[in-house]
């Protein structure tokens, strides 16, 4: 995953889990949450030879990386 900027003080985000996010800058908290830019839907990960894609349930096709939404959600 690319380095994020934080939606309130637009400093570097740290990573602080899988899909969490810390800013020291505001120390602020953020959950990641991946969803499809189609149908909003939550987007499932899948993990094939180290490359990170996703699932659409919805959909029901795989999602790449690059059409994928990251919302930050504040803790
Ligand atoms: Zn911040
Ligand atoms: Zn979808």
Same mark, same amino acid.
């Given at each position: 995953?690319?380095?994020?900027? &934080?939606?309130?003080?637009?400093?570097? @985000?740290?990573?602080? /889990?899988?899909?969490?996010?810390? +800013?020291?800058? *505001? #120390?602020?908290?953020?959950?990641?949450?991946?969803?499809?830019?189609? &149908?909003?839907?939550?987007?499932?990960? @899948?993990?094939?030879? /180290?490359?990170?894609?996703?699932? +659409?349930?919805? *959909? #029901?096709?795989?999602?790449?990386?690059?059409?994928?939404?990251?919302?930050?959600?504040?803790?």
């Amino acid at each position: 995953m690319t380095p994020q900027d &934080c939606p309130k003080c637009h400093a570097e @985000l740290e990573r602080s /889990g899988e899909l969490k996010r810390h +800013c020291e800058s *505001c #120390n602020s908290d953020f959950n990641i949450e991946i969803t499809c830019h189609q &149908c909003g839907d939550v987007l499932q990960r @899948l993990k094939a030879c /180290g490359a990170v894609s996703f699932w +659409c349930n919805n *959909c #029901n096709e795989q999602k790449s990386k690059s059409t994928a939404v990251y919302t930050f959600i504040e803790q």
